[in-house]
């Protein structure tokens, strides 16, 4: 049995030719070569002219982009909110929803290596965000009583975190179990804040479970990361 030396068909010993591609039996396989400038690039131009930025021109690049959009969505809003209602309602939320995370955008591409900066000015941003809320809606102060409480115990907690990753000698395990502490903190003063202001006292329920459950792992990775600083490896610690 013989085959098509182009495309490998089997053919039978009576055809003179592939029935394929119709290359004759004798005949030796054209290679054809294609210049370069017809083979056909998939990739987009622009992506290319990504891929040689430096990264902080990529950064400055995804800030003005995101500029862009958040602007434009500021006044597409704008404009329908007047066009229905000839006047800004709803739209005003937008408004000032898009100008913080705009502001929060430039914080981390202009102080991405100051995280103690990029966490109190994204407070002070959000802070703001729910006091604009509030003044929106009048007298319901949920932003003050509720909002900016929770908030602010998430970023004061952030701060610690980072403070003992600074101070810290060795980090490893110690800064996951510190997580997990800050984690079950956060859960804990949530619903407090809820609590105080749906009910003006202190009723604890869901986060002391929660925050219960973390406290054997923070025990545990704390257990193993002292383990690995005495010098004990860590597949022999875990017997692998």
Not at 1 to 28: H, Q, R
Not at 105 to 121: A, D, G, N
Not at 138 to 145: A, D, F, L, Q
Not at 206 to 219: M, R
Request: net charge positive; hydrophobic share 50%; with cysteine.
């Amino acid at each position: 049995m013989d085959y098509c030396k182009n495309c490998e068909v089997e053919l039978d010993e009576d055809m003179i030719c592939c029935p394929l591609c119709g290359l004759s039996a004798g005949e030796e396989p054209i290679s054809v070569d294609i210049p370069k400038e017809k083979h056909h690039d998939f990739r987009d131009k622009t992506l290319n002219e990504i891929e040689k930025l430096s990264f902080t021109q990529k950064r400055k690049l995804i800030w003005k982009i995101s500029g862009i959009i958040l602007m434009s969505g500021i006044i597409i809003t704008l404009t329908i909110n007047f066009i229905i209602s000839h006047n800004i309602n709803w739209a005003k939320y937008n408004l000032i929803a898009s100008l913080v995370a705009f502001s929060n955008i430039s914080f981390v591409v202009f102080f991405r290596k100051k995280p103690f900066v990029l966490l109190i000015t994204s407070l002070i941003s959000i802070t703001i965000l729910f006091l604009m809320i509030d003044y929106f809606n009048g007298e319901s102060y949920w932003g003050i009583k509720l909002g900016i409480p929770i908030v602010t115990s998430f970023y004061i907690l952030s701060l610690i975190v980072l403070v003992l990753i600074r101070v810290s000698n060795q980090i490893g395990f110690n800064i996951l179990a510190v997580i997990f502490l800050a984690i079950a903190i956060l859960l804990l003063s949530i619903e407090i804040f809820i609590s105080l202001y749906s009910h003006q006292i202190i009723r604890l329920n869901w986060s002391i479970i929660a925050g219960v459950s973390l406290l054997p792992i923070a025990g545990l990775l704390f257990f193993v990361h002292y383990k690995l600083k005495k010098g004990i490896e860590l597949k022999r610690f875990f017997h692998i």
